[in-house]
C-alpha cells in the first residue's frame, strides 16, 4: 500500500496531529487546564508551545510555529500530550502475605511466637497441638511455656464459632503488633514422601502438610519455621521454604555486641585544648567535652586515651547532653593502695570493671569475657569488700543455671546448698584465692579458717528453681553461667531485685550449652543490649585471659 504524499509546509504537519490528542472539546480544555496549574521549566518551553498549538484550530497552530526539525516535531508533541495528560502512576501492589508454617518447638521456646510475624499469617499443623499437649505436663521451662501456649491458643479459639475455616484474626486478644490469622489444619493432607522418610514420625507429618500447602498457595510463599536445624535441611532438600526463628534474636552477630569500652581519637586532647572544662567534686575528677565523637557515647561507658608520650586517660561517661559529654576518671585499681579485698586489676578491662563493681550508684552489671580473664574473681572480691568492710549489703547470694557439660549425674542428695555445691567449683576457687590475698597468711591455720568461716556465713548459694516470688533486699546477687539463660529466665532474676541490690551477670556467649540458644538470642546478650546506656547499669567485655599462660596459649589455639 503506498504511503501519503509527505506534508508540505509545518503548519499541515501540526494539524495533522491535532486529531490525535484532541478528540473532544472536553479533553482540549481538561488539558489546558492542567497546564496551566503545573510550572513549566525554562527549557521545555518549546515543547509546551507545541502542545498548546496542537489543541488549537489550524489558523492558530499556524502563527506559533516554532522552529523544530520537521522530523522531530509529531515525536515532541505526542510525548508532551502524553504527559499533560496522563494520571498519576499507581503504586505497585504489595506483595502477598507469607503463610508460616510453625514447628512445635518455636512455640515452647517462645510462647508470644504467635504474635510476632505482623501480616502474615500463622498455620499450626495438628501434630504441632499433639506435641504441645506432649510437652504441658511438668515443672520445667518448656512445660510451663506449653501452657502458656494452650491458653494463648484457647483465648483465640473462644467464640469463633464455626468460622475457623477462615482463619482466626491474631490481633483479637490485644496483640495490635499482629495483623494476620491464623490457620488450623482441619482436613487430612494426602501428600506422599520419600519412601526414607517415614510417615509416623512427628516431624515428616509437618513436612507433608508443609508440601501440600505449598501446592495449593501458589499465589504467596508458605514457609516453614522451626528451631530444629535438621528438620530445616530436610525441608530444603525436599525444595520447601524454611528459616530458623529469628524473632528471639537480639543480634545477627555476636562481634556486634556492645563492648561498653570506647577508644578517644588520637587528637582528643588536641582538639579539646580551648574547650574542655575540669574539676573536683567528691575525690574525684570531671572533665566536660565537646566534639563529634560524643554522639556515639553512651553512659557508663568506659573511654580512655592512650599515648606513648603522654598520661593516659580512663574515664567513664558520666553525663551526655547534646554533643557535650561530662567524663568522670576511674580510679586505678592496678595500684596496690587500691587493692580489692586484696585483688587488683591486671589490665585496663579489670580496672573498668571493678570500678563498676564498687560504685553503689550502679545497680546492675554484666561482665562478659573468655575463661581466665577473671570474672568471677572481681564480683567475688567487690561482693566480700562492700559485704565484709563497707556493709553496704548484707550478704552475697550466688547463683547460677545448672546446665551440664556433659552427662548429668542425676538426682543429688542434702540441702539446696549441698545440692548446688558441685556447680559452685569456680565459686570455691576464687575462694580460695582471696582468702589467701586477704589475710590468710596472718594467724597461721586458726587466721585461714576463721577468715574462711566469715566468708561462707556472708555467701549464700541458691538455686534458679526456687527464685520466682522471691525479693531481694540489699544483697549483692551474682549470677553466673548467663549465657545459659533465656531472656525470659533473665527477666525472672532481674526483677527479683529489691531496694539496695545490686545485681551482677557473668558469663561468655562463646560457651552456651541450652539448647536451641544461640550467641544472638542468649540471655547475656539480650539485656546487655537492652540495659546499654541506662544511667544504673554498666558492662565490660574482658578481653584478656590472666588465668596462667598455658590456659591463655589454649584459648587461643584449641
Known amino acids: 500500500m503506498p504511503l501519503p504524499p509527505p506534508p508540505k509546509s509545518m503548519g499541515s504537519l501540526l494539524t495533522q496531529a491535532a486529531p490525535s490528542t484532541t478528540q473532544t472539546p472536553s479533553a482540549s480544555r481538561k488539558t489546558t487546564a492542567l497546564d496551566k496549574a503545573r510550572p513549566v521549566p525554562q527549557e521545555t518551553a518549546s515543547t509546551v508551545a507545541v502542545v498548546s498549538a496542537a489543541t488549537q484550530p489550524a489558523a492558530s497552530t499556524r502563527q506559533t510555529r516554532q522552529p523544530i526539525p520537521r522530523e522531530a516535531a509529531p515525536a515532541a508533541a505526542d510525548r508532551s500530550a502524553q504527559k499533560a495528560v496522563q494520571p498519576k502512576r499507581a503504586p505497585i501492589a504489595q506483595q502477598p502475605a507469607k503463610l508460616f508454617v510453625l514447628d512445635t518447638n518455636v512455640l515452647l521456646h517462645d510462647p508470644m511466637s504467635l504474635y510476632r510475624f505482623e501480616e502474615h499469617d500463622i498455620y499450626l499443623p495438628m501434630v504441632t497441638l499433639e506435641e504441645l499437649d506432649a510437652h504441658k505436663k511438668g515443672l520445667s521451662e518448656v512445660a510451663r511455656n506449653g501452657r502458656q501456649v494452650s491458653r494463648e491458643l484457647d483465648a483465640l479459639v473462644a467464640d469463633t464459632g464455626s468460622g475457623i475455616d477462615q482463619g482466626i484474626a491474631l490481633n483479637r486478644t490485644g496483640h495490635a503488633e499482629a495483623k494476620g490469622r491464623l490457620f488450623f489444619q482441619t482436613r487430612a493432607h494426602d501428600v506422599e514422601l520419600p519412601i526414607a522418610l517415614p510417615q509416623g514420625k512427628a516431624d515428616n507429618q509437618i513436612l507433608a502438610v508443609l508440601q501440600d500447602l505449598t501446592h495449593i498457595h501458589t499465589e504467596r510463599p508458605v514457609v516453614l519455621v522451626s528451631k530444629d536445624i535438621n528438620m530445616r535441611v530436610k525441608a530444603r532438600a525436599l525444595g520447601l521454604h524454611a528459616e ?3 524473632n528471639d534474636k537480639t543480634l545477627d552477630d555476636a562481634d556486634l555486641l556492645y563492648t561498653g569500652m570506647m577508644v578517644l581519637p588520637p587528637d582528643f586532647w588536641d582538639r579539646q585544648a580551648k574547650s574542655v572544662e575540669s574539676w573536683q567534686q567528691g575525690g574525684n575528677t570531671f572533665y566536660r567535652v565537646q566534639g563529634k565523637f560524643v554522639a556515639q557515647m553512651l553512659v557508663n561507658q568506659a573511654v580512655y586515651w592512650e599515648s606513648g608520650s603522654a598520661p593516659p586517660l580512663y574515664a567513664r561517661v558520666k553525663e551526655i547532653r547534646a554533643n557535650t559529654a561530662v567524663l568522670q576518671v576511674m580510679r586505678d585499681h592496678t595500684h596496690q593502695k587500691n587493692a580489692i579485698w586484696g585483688v587488683t586489676a591486671r589490665n585496663r578491662e579489670q580496672n573498668f570493671a571493678l570500678n563498676l563493681l564498687m560504685d553503689p550508684d550502679v545497680d546492675f552489671v554484666t561482665l562478659a569475657g573468655q575463661a581466665g580473664t577473671g570474672k568471677t574473681l572481681l564480683a567475688l ?5 562492700q559485704v565484709l568492710d563497707a556493709r553496704r549489703y548484707n550478704e552475697i547470694i550466688v ?12 538426682y543429688l542428695p542434702g540441702t539446696e546448698e549441698e545440692k548446688m555445691g558441685p556447680w559452685m567449683g569456680a565459686l570455691d576457687d576464687n575462694l580460695e584465692v582471696l582468702n589467701q590475698s586477704e589475710g590468710g597468711n596472718t594467724g597461721g591455720e586458726w587466721g585461714r579458717a576463721a577468715t574462711q568461716d566469715l566468708i561462707r556465713s556472708k555467701i549464700k548459694i541458691k538455686s534458679m528453681n526456687f527464685m520466682r516470688g522471691r525479693t531481694f533486699l540489699n544483697k549483692y546477687v551474682i549470677i553466673d553461667e548467663a549465657q545459659n539463660l533465656t531472656p525470659k529466665q533473665m527477666k525472672t532474676l532481674i526483677t527479683r531485685a529489691g531496694p539496695g541490690t545490686k545485681l ?18 542468649s540471655g547475656m546478650t539480650f539485656v546487655v543490649d537492652r540495659f546499654k546506656g541506662w544511667g544504673h547499669s554498666g558492662h565490660v567485655t574482658l578481653a584478656r585471659g590472666e588465668r596462667s599462660r598455658l590456659a591463655d596459649y589454649a584459648s587461643e589455639v584449641l
Open 504 to 521: 551482677v551477670c557473668m558469663g561468655n556467649i562463646a560457651q552456651i550449652d541450652t539448647p536451641y540458644l544461640t550467641e544472638g538470642s
Open 381 to 385: 572480691a567487690a561482693g566480700l569488700s
Open 399 to 410: 547463683t547460677r543455671v545448672t546446665v551440664p557439660v556433659g552427662e548429668d549425674i542425676g
Open 244 to 246: 530458623d526463628y529469628a
